[in-house]
């Protein structure tokens, strides 16, 4: 109390802070691997040493911004454009604890894969018996998706 008057917190008082050390800042995977190319995708990233002081994501060779969700100090959801998996291969994603100023990206980084979405040129035969037991030739490309099993089974 002083003047009889009670002091009451202001906009003036002592700001708080936070820190983390970057250097502790670790990614290991992210999932799903691969999507196809030009389409927007929610990653989950899986690191360590994640604090949120406003985390961002970014594709790194494009420097295409994200938002980005922190779950726990080991993951993260990163929602990438579809203009970040615009380049069709290998892309690299990092992260930003702190609203991605300069100087706050990880080191690390997490390879995510783009792909040509498959495409179907034919299906043979166009017609069957409604209870099946036919086989089926299914022609066109891409199905092979890289990372993944690419035997299809229907």
């Given at each position: 109390?002083?003047?009889?008057?009670d002091?009451v917190?202001?906009?003036?008082?002592?700001?708080?802070?936070?820190?983390?050390?970057?250097?502790?800042?670790?990614?290991?995977s992210?999932?799903?691997?691969?999507?196809?190319?030009?389409?927007?995708?929610?990653?989950?990233?899986?690191?360590?040493?994640?604090?949120?002081?406003?985390?961002?994501?970014?594709?790194?060779?494009?420097?295409?911004?994200?938002?980005?969700?922190?779950?726990?100090?080991?993951?993260?959801?990163?929602?990438?454009?579809?203009?970040?998996?615009?380049?069709?291969?290998?892309?690299?994603?990092?992260?930003?604890?702190?609203?991605?100023?300069?100087?706050?990206?990880?080191?690390?980084?997490?390879?995510?894969?783009?792909?040509?979405?498959?495409?179907?040129?034919?299906?043979?035969?166009?017609?069957?018996?409604?209870?099946?037991?036919?086989?089926?030739?299914?022609?066109?490309?891409?199905?092979?998706?890289?990372?993944?099993?690419?035997?299809?089974?229907?």
């Amino acid at each position: 109390m002083l003047n009889g008057v009670d002091a009451v917190p202001s906009l003036f008082d002592a700001p708080s802070f936070g820190e983390y050390d970057l250097s502790l800042v670790q990614l290991f995977s992210v999932q799903p691997t691969a999507g196809p190319v030009s389409s927007a995708i929610t990653l989950t990233i899986q690191g360590s040493n994640f604090a949120d002081y406003g985390v961002t994501c970014r594709e790194a060779a494009g420097q295409v911004e994200a938002t980005a969700e922190l779950l726990d100090s080991d993951n993260m959801l990163c929602h990438l454009p579809a203009a970040a998996t615009s380049a069709l291969g290998t892309i690299e994603v990092q992260v930003s604890l702190n609203d991605g100023t300069d100087g706050t990206w990880a080191a690390t980084t997490v390879s995510y894969q783009t792909y040509s979405p498959p495409e179907v040129h034919s299906v043979t035969p166009s017609e069957g018996a409604a209870n099946g037991g036919e086989d089926v030739v299914i022609r066109g490309s891409g199905f092979a998706v890289p990372g993944l099993d690419p035997t299809a089974v229907c």
